[in-house]
């Protein structure tokens, strides 16, 4: 092996202590050499008139920049012990090199490096910086918000200015490829929804006030909710994704000096294309959690189709499904602008795009959350 | 293989395609000498030299990199061959999640058996060696300028003391002071660490100035001799690129009319 070929011996003479050292002083072999020379002199200090090191160079056949440091890195301890160093015998080559390594070494050395905090400071530090930053980013949200609210208007009055492909390709992306899996989710969430209520309401005798609670919960809650859920994962991560890495390639900053604005074209297609789809996907989960719920009912309850349409009809009226649809555009509105704000947020590394991914589905699905409380909390004062 | 060899393509074809890259090319690199390496754009520059490390795989040919096949290896050999070169990549090629320093760290931990304290001294030694002021150890890559950013991408590409460097385009996008210290800094190091350069150049200043050997990529194959022979040479693009004004201009600079 490589390793075993470079060694270190030191020895105390009359008047100098010799270290000497020969061999491969390669980077492979610096661990090594470093564990045989702390066992060699740790006991050695200056005195008994002993007051010179002398490091025997001679017998090195190669020399790399890591052994060179270790030579230096040596000879620096034997220093700090009281011995004047020297180095003998290296080649001229091996000199060349060990004196630029030396010139590094030193300024490495003096250089301060910044010293960690103590951990109770750093802690408390941290959490203060994450408060701030988060009002921070709320303040930065709203003005976002605001400046896509002015273009939209501006768009509205002049329709022509808008990317007409780019807002149907997010269509196409955001609504029609999501279909599947938000049609076959809200099916299943109806499934749950009617199992659990007919398990509960036999106890009571009243299994068909499941068909109620399908119907209620569905329209106005579970459809709207699990399809934002779904498609702020689905769609909110792929803006934040495609908007950063544009950012990282400097594209955001090509268009800016060509005098076109991101945000007209790259936020506002897919704020539009958003707020298209995710009504329409929310009436189909709507639809789907119905089919999810009369199907487990007519499994389970004895409860035929027909008696399923007419308990239905008798449990909702047009007021229960507009509520669900009305927060539908609401919803992705703030999906969208969430998306969107992440991705132009994202800065310089790859690192960053994934982080920002990360917090754009984080803060679109709680958005989300928060928005439906809000619009609980209105319903019930409307009385509705 | 010629012992004074580092490397040696022989027969080298490439082609993605129907575009046929390389045909039958042959180079020799010695120990020891800085290669430039030149041709018009999108002559296959980048492609030898991915070919070289064995990040492209040739449709024929031989390739021999210090005395190894460098294709078909596997395993430990692989592994250990891999570390007896480090690459500059065209664009730097950072790690963007890690900071200067890690960046550099990363093949000595992966590599060698060193303790934290030694890693993080001889990171720090090559980040000054290649002329990296010290606060730029905890910086992001997506935090530095162009030039630094190919300083430490020289740095990680030497953090095991290689024997061969590959540089694809070290000074483009530096401005020409930047340029002609980074052409000082890679002469400087390669004397004092006695590496191989091997390097993809558009810049005359850096090719009269520091390299040994010129290989010209054209017609699919290379040419190779000093500055002064293949100013003899009648192919067009040569005498174009060497006795152009540009070139005459590099040559005036220095002294070599
Ligand atoms: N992965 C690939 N697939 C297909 N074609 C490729 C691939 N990589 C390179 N090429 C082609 O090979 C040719 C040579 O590319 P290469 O990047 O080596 O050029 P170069 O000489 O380095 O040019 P430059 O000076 O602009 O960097 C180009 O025509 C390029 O289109
Ligand atoms: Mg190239």
Known sequence: MVEDDAWINAERTADALVVAVGGDWRVDAVANLLRAATATWTAEKAGDGVSTAVVRARDISSLDSGGAWLLVHLSRQLEERGFTTRIDGLGDSHRLLLDRVRKSADRIEITEVPPNRNALVSALATVGEAAVNACKRAHELLSFFGLTVILLGRVIVRPWRLELTATLK???RTGLDALPIVGLLAFLIGVVVAFMGATQLKQFGAEIFTVNLVGVAVLRELGVLITSILIAGRSGSAFTAQIGTMKVNQEVDAMQTIGLDPVEILVLPRIIALMITLPLLTFYANMMGLAGGAFMSVVTLDISLTQFLDQLSGAIDFTTFAIGMVKAPVFAYVIALVGCFEGLKVTGSAESVGQR???SVVEGIFLVIVFDSIFAIAFSYLGI | MDPGNVIEVRGLVNQFGTNRIHD?????????EVLGVVGGSGTGKSVLLRTIIGLNRARDGEIMVLGQDSRNLKGREARRLLRRWGVLFQDGALFSS????????VSMREHTRLPGHAINRLARLKID???LPLHACSKYPSELSGGMRKRAGLARALALD?????LDEPTAGLDPIGAADFDILIRDLQRSLGLTVFMVTHDLDSLVAITDRIAVLVDRKIKVGTVDELRM????????YFNGPRGRAAMASHGRD
Request: hydrophobic fraction near 40%.
């Open chain 2, 162 to 166: 290689p024997e061969i460097v590959f």
């Open chain 2, 233 to 240: 040479d009648d192919h067009p693009w040569i005498q174009d």
């Open chain 1, 357 to 359: 991914t990360t917090m």
């Open chain 1, 170 to 172: 997010y269509i196409e």
């Open chain 2, 24 to 32: 039958g090319l042959d180079l020799d690199v010695h120990k020891g």
């Open chain 2, 98 to 105: 890690l900071t200067v320093e890690q960046n550099i760290a």
């Open chain 2, 129 to 131: 060696m290649v002329g």
